[in-house]
């Protein structure tokens, strides 16, 4: 089962997951994928966004794919951001 690295980060409303690897991924019918990023608007949705994301452009069923968090935490700045409409981080 494949794993892949996601980078979770806040922009306004949304939660911006960056896929490595995904940008140029090449398909098995010759398509190229532009782009490594997909977004979520809960926290508690960012796991299946980004296992629905890389099952879209991989053509791997999505109960095949686990995802493991990339600690980005050392460039956090200010207090963890809350999961609220309107909240917002500190840079």
Request: net charge negative; charged share 25%; proline share 5%.
């Given at each position: 089962?494949?794993?892949?690295?996601?980078?979770?980060?806040?922009?306004?409303?949304w939660?911006?997951?960056t896929?490595?690897?995904?940008?140029?991924?090449?398909?098995?019918?010759?398509?190229?994928?532009?782009?490594?990023?997909?977004?979520?608007?809960?926290?508690?949705?960012?796991?299946?966004?980004?296992?629905?994301?890389?099952?879209?452009?991989?053509?791997?069923?999505?109960?095949?794919?686990?995802?493991?968090?990339?600690?980005?935490?050392r460039?956090?700045?200010?207090?963890?951001?809350?999961?609220?409409?309107?909240?917002?981080?500190?840079?």
């Amino acid at each position: 089962m494949p794993t892949y690295d996601i980078e979770v980060t806040r922009d306004g409303r949304w939660w911006m997951i960056t896929v490595a690897g995904l940008d140029g991924y090449v398909a098995a019918d010759g398509s190229v994928n532009i782009g490594d990023t997909t977004q979520a608007r809960f926290r508690t949705e960012i796991e299946d966004m980004a296992r629905d994301y890389i099952a879209t452009v991989t053509n791997t069923p999505v109960d095949d794919i686990e995802v493991q968090r990339v600690d980005t935490s050392r460039l956090a700045v200010g207090p963890p951001l809350a999961d609220t409409p309107g909240s917002s981080c500190r840079l």
